[in-house]
């Protein structure tokens, strides 16, 4: 398989994925997500963190940014996926690594036992679709990209043709 064969596949790939009703899903639930935890921080969640002692209210800050970040990331990757979809964006554009994932982990474990159940249940639910968007990312982008593997038939047509050539 060549490299231009191997990108014409991956590109293959990423639109297919850009189109499937597994997208349709993974988008309506990761943005449903954004918007149901910028209500919360907003509203109820601002609420609870008054209430909470010094030291889980500042806990409940570094939760709240690491939980905000997650979900920027899976919006961003996932807006770039709708823009391959539309035609917006080329598959090709869409390999490039400023538009991966990254896969640092962020700590999942809760930093404090007083905060308040509902920031962990969607800290929770964030790194459940963080995991998932990381792993469709590895799937569709860097799965043998760095050496599409060879042929061993034709390698070995290749060494018998130049043998008899010389």
Not at 91 to 111: F, H
Not at 120 to 129: F, G, H
């Amino acid at each position: 398989m060549t490299f231009a064969h191997a990108s014409a596949d991956r590109s293959r790939t990423v639109r297919d994925f850009a189109r499937s009703e597994l997208f349709d899903r993974t988008f309506r639930e990761g943005m449903e997500l954004v918007e149901e935890t910028a209500a919360y921080l907003d509203g109820e969640g601002r609420r609870d963190s008054k209430m909470l002692s010094r030291a889980a209210a500042l806990a409940y800050a570094a939760e709240s940014m690491k939980l905000t970040t997650r979900l920027m990331q899976i919006a961003s990757w996932l807006l770039v996926q709708r823009a391959v979809r539309e035609d917006d964006m080329s598959p090709e554009t869409a390999c490039e690594p400023r538009y991966r994932l990254n896969d640092r982990r962020v700590e999942a474990e809760p930093s404090h036992a007083e905060l308040p159940i509902a920031l962990v249940e969607y800290l929770v639910r964030s790194e459940k679709l963080f995991e998932r968007t990381l792993y469709l990312d590895r799937r569709m982008y860097l799965d043998d990209q760095e050496k599409v593997p060879e042929n061993p038939v034709l390698s070995q047509m290749g060494m018998l043709e130049a043998a008899f050539r010389g």
